[in-house]
């Protein structure tokens, strides 16, 4: 099924791109440099994993529990 049709695979794709992209930025800033057009969602991306780190850590361990025991 595909992830926009089922909710928890939807948010298993938002936090992996969300968390790739903030790793991403911190390896390679010049990757992520640009605000505006198709990078620019990427770079949107890794700002909310840089803002809201612990709140994204949670999430992930969430969704890795949930993936593992459900």
């Given at each position: 099924?595909?992830?926009?049709?089922?909710?928890?695979?939807?948010?298993?794709?938002?936090?992996?791109?969300?968390c790739t992209c903030?790793?991403?930025?911190?390896?390679?800033?010049?990757?992520?440099?640009?605000?505006?057009?198709f990078r620019g969602?990427?770079?949107?991306a890794a700002r909310?994993?840089?803002?809201?780190?612990?709140?994204?850590?949670?999430?992930?361990?969430?969704?890795?529990?949930?993936?593992?025991?459900?």
């Amino acid at each position: 099924m595909s992830a926009l049709f089922n909710f928890h695979s939807f948010l298993t794709v938002v936090l992996l791109v969300i968390c790739t992209c903030t790793y991403l930025k911190m390896q390679f800033p010049a990757i992520l440099e640009q605000k505006t057009g198709f990078r620019g969602f990427f770079w949107k991306a890794a700002r909310i994993g840089e803002r809201l780190s612990p709140w994204m850590s949670v999430g992930c361990f969430m969704m890795g529990v949930s993936i593992i025991f459900f």
